[in-house]
């Protein structure tokens, strides 16, 4: 499955072909204010309030180490779909932009600081709370009493995805799927980790060829190229091969 970052031709998107690289935001600088803004703190509150001391106590030992982490946790924000009208008008400057198309092998992608994880966006109606999903979580496949839980992979994972990946339901048309690794930043990528890029329907011909120009890097060999076009009468996008 290929994941689409859509994007505006500009200095950054222009970056991704120049230096291989990629920029990890933190939830800091989102413009959704509630996505991914809990804090340890917050779930610890929670825990107290439904009577799950014990879960609430487990938490507090780690509350300090954990809102570092949130803080500077690295996240970089793609769809599963290159067709989105929404996604286009939004991010992909007003259909002017590009999208390019990456694969989801894990391997493409290096940090010397941490692991990268791969994970799909939960949406959440109204009146639903994240901390019931993340008790869930850290119940699941092991016992929370565990002597090693502050180094336990799975619950620091299951604390950082739950966290991570719960938006309000009005947010699910953009169908997201967000890499994670534990530090914000540029992350340099494989060159074959990039799969496709997409021209805009509304792009401009200067845009366009400078993009076409950077695609003739022999490291973009291996990428093909689309264009995005009314599909006929109908109100949707097809993708076709340039």
């Known amino acids: 499955m290929a994941l689409f970052k859509y994007r505006p031709v500009d200095k950054n998107s222009l970056n991704i072909l120049i230096n291989d690289e990629l920029y990890f935001a933190t939830s800091s600088q989102f413009n959704d204010p509630f996505d991914s803004q809990l804090s340890p703190s917050e779930y610890i509150q929670s825990f107290e309030s ?10 507090v030992v780690l509350e300090k180490t954990l809102q570092k982490r949130f803080e500077i946790m690295g996240i970089y924000c793609l769809s599963s779909h290159d067709d989105n009208l929404l996604m286009w008008s939004h991010y992909g400057d007003s259909h002017k932009g590009i999208c390019f198309g990456f694969r989801n092998d894990l391997h493409y992608y290096v940090r010397t600081d941490g692991p990268v994880s791969c994970e799909e966006v939960d949406y959440l109606n109204p009146g639903e709370h994240v901390y019931t999903t993340l008790y869930m979580a850290l119940n699941s496949g092991s016992r929370f009493h565990d002597d090693e839980f502050v180094n336990s992979i799975k619950k620091r994972q299951a604390l950082f995805k739950t966290a991570f990946t719960k938006k309000h339901k009005n947010w699910e048309y953009e169908q997201e799927v967000r890499l994670l690794c534990d530090d914000s930043g540029i992350l340099k990528f494989n060159p074959l980790a990039l799969e496709s890029v997409t021209f805009g329907m509304r792009i401009s011909e200067q845009d366009k060829e400078t993009v076409l120009t950077l695609l003739t890097l022999p490291k973009w060999s291996h990428v093909k190229v689309y264009q995005a076009k009314a599909k ?11």
Request: some cysteine; proline content about 0%; overall charge negative.
């Open 50 to 59: 439904l009577g799950m001391n014990d879960q609430a106590s487990e938490l």
């Open 232 to 242: 006929g009468l109908e109100l949707a996008l097809e993708i076709e091969t340039c």
